[in-house]
């Protein structure tokens, strides 16, 4: 709709709310007009940027008709008379910062950040079998117990699988060094719990046994080795300290030993599972994540790259 068609909707809306009185008998505060578009009723009438126009023009007229929010009663004659003022108003140092406050609001709205997901969380002796539930079901289902993922003759096929589940814009999962993993699996171990491995599945699918890896690749890698290289040791010191040979111990003794059952458990991961319509909301989805802050130029265009073919596609 256009700006004067949205508004004249949005004002005959809140003339129907307030009882179908005439217009010219019905006096109110604006303090109504923003409730009723905070009711869940209007807000699904409206796109969301049909209700940056509305907020913008609610709080041009509190500035420039200096209407008062909580005293001043609106006497609905004068609505179209102030819609067609917005409308033609000049662009003013206020109005340029409603309209970047505006954009930024919009933006909020239509960003990736906010959608749903589900999630859940898992220790360092699950996490893989809780990979494996969203990744590939029926190799879970291979496995007799949890525990039976951690044998020594399933855990590399098991890695393998989860490995397989990454999506093909993702950057290739060599880009921390020995030591950024060793330091990944000390924290783990010492109770550090922000850590987050995101997956995704398309609409329409069954997210137990088609979802691929979406973020979170280099730590699932040193996840993975450290479960699988007995060559790869864990400090057993604070990180700011310095290290020496003994100061490490080989990730192997950590983990089936048994005896470091509690260390273990103590390391919490987090899955965050979304839905997206496409492999393009996804890709969308993971260069807003990670562009200009965790991954390189090169890394993104990995990423913009494989966008465009999936664009060429359809």
Known sequence: MSTLKTLTHFMDICLKKEGNIEKSLVMWCIDNCEDHLKSKEVKN???????IEIKSFIRWCNKEQNFDVTDYLWDLSE?????????????TEN???DNALSNLEEALLRSAFQKPFDKADFDLETIL?????????????KLKDRSAAYSVNNIRKACETILSGAAE????ND????EKQQHYIHNLLMGYSDTVITLYFLKGKNKYNSSKILDGLQRISAIIRAFTDPSFMIPTKHVGDKFSQGDYISSFEMLYSGSFSAF??????SIKVYEFESDIDAVDFYIAQNKGSTHSEKDIRIAFEYKAKLLQKN
């Open 129 to 141: 079998y809780g990979m494996l539930t969203y990744i590939d079901s029926n190799a879970k289902a």
């Open 169 to 172: 814009f993702q950057r290739s």
């Open 95 to 97: 109005t340029v910062v």
């Open 79 to 91: 609505i179209k008379d102030s819609i067609a003022k917005f409308i033609d108003a000049p662009e």
């Open 45 to 51: 009438i409206f796109t969301p940027h049909e209700t």
């Open 175 to 178: 880009k921390w060094s020995e």
């Open 264 to 269: 273990i458990t103590n390391a919490r991961i």
